[in-house]
Each structure stands twice: as structure tokens, then as C-alpha cells.
């Protein structure tokens, strides 16, 4: 298989975000496993309010919106804000819809992992379940295995997630291989 290109999506604006952390960690597991990679988080998807048709101009979205177009896979982060998807991540992926016309509309056929961080399990449950909602409307793949961190816990949470960041990025990898060979 050619060297695929995987990018994640998410985290907050703050420096220390953990879910920046924690897609940073995927990635890195990724390019071990030979993948080329592209982080946007933070300032690179802080991106004026999406209206179609309007924003097309910004350079910021610009890039992301070719990352996007050129991605084999994604990885979609975000933290929980009172039970579901923060606005930053929303209105990053809401710059989707300007896929929509493609040959390969939205995220049609690509594998999408999924994390969610939040302060409890019941916020980090909820979010992953919205990026599953909002991955199926784009007509991504989710990968059968989500990861939920609940940063309240004690410890490191990227180490807590580690071995199922890999879980993921294998299931990506998997997904990739099996399209790869039904072509």
C-alpha cells in the first residue's frame, strides 16, 4: 500500500489541550506505521463562523479544506462542552459541506477515528457519540473502536489512551488495506 495520508482534526484553542495531545499521540503512532500525517487544531481551525458560499477566501480553510480533499483518512477529536462537540471543532467540520460536490463528496468511504475528552465519563460518552452522528451524515466510516477519555481521571490520559489510539490507528489501516484490495 502507498504511504497514506491521515489527518486529525480537533482540540481547543488552549496550548495544553489534552485532545490536541491525544491526536498528536495517533498521529505519531500513525507515522510509525509509516503514514504521512496532518495535525489542524487550535488556531488552524479557528475559522470564521462557516456560511456556504462565504468563507471561501480565508487561506486557513483553504489549506484545510485541501487536506481534507487529499486525506486517505481522518481522526476527529474533540472535547466535551456540556455534553457534546465544542463550536470550534463543529464549525470546522460544518467547512465540510463545501465537499459536498466533489467526486468523493464530504468524507464518502474514508475511515474515521474518533476521540472524545471531557471532564467525566458522561460528556466524554456523549461527544463520541455526536463525532459518530456527525461522521455517518459525511458519510464517513467510523472505526468500530471510539475512545472516550475522561480527564478527570487520575494519570496521564494520553498514556491511558495509548494502546487504544493504536487500536484505532490499526483499524484505519485495515480499512484502507481492505479497499485497497476490492478495487
Known amino acids: 500500500m ?3 495520508h491521515i489527518v486529525a482534526i480537533g482540540g481547543t484553542l488552549r496550548e495544553t489541550s489534552t485532545t490536541a495531545r491525544v491526536l498528536t499521540e495517533a498521529l505519531a ?3 510509525r506505521r509509516g503514514a504521512r500525517t496532518t495535525l489542524f487544531t487550535g488556531p488552524a481551525i479557528a475559522f470564521p463562523h462557516y456560511e456556504h458560499g462565504v468563507n471561501q477566501s480565508h487561506a486557513g480553510v483553504a489549506r484545510y479544506l485541501a487536506a481534507l480533499r487529499e486525506a486517505d483518512a481522518l481522526i ?3 472535547p466535551g462542552y456540556h455534553g457534546s462537540i465544542s463550536g470550534l471543532v463543529k464549525n470546522a467540520l460544518d467547512y465540510a459541506e463545501d465537499m459536498s460536490s466533489d467526486e468523493r463528496p464530504y468524507f464518502d468511504g474514508m475511515p474515521v477515528g474518533l476521540v472524545a475528552t471531557a471532564a467525566g465519563w458522561q460528556a466524554a460518552s456523549s461527544t463520541l457519540h455526536t463525532l459518530r452522528t456527525i461522521t455517518h451524515a459525511l458519510r464517513g466510516w467510523p472505526t468500530p ?3 472516550a477519555a475522561n480527564t ?3 494519570g496521564d490520559v494520553v498514556t491511558q489512551c495509548r494502546k487504544n489510539l493504536e487500536i484505532v490507528v490499526d483499524q484505519i489501516f485495515r480499512c484502507l488495506r481492505a479497499d485497497e484490495t476490492n478495487i
Do not use: K
Request: glycine letters at 14%.
Open 2 to 4: 502507498a504511504s497514506v
Open 29 to 31: 503512532i500513525a507515522e
Open 145 to 147: 473502536l471510539g475512545i
Open 152 to 154: 478527570a481521571d487520575p
Open 76 to 78: 476527529v477529536g474533540s
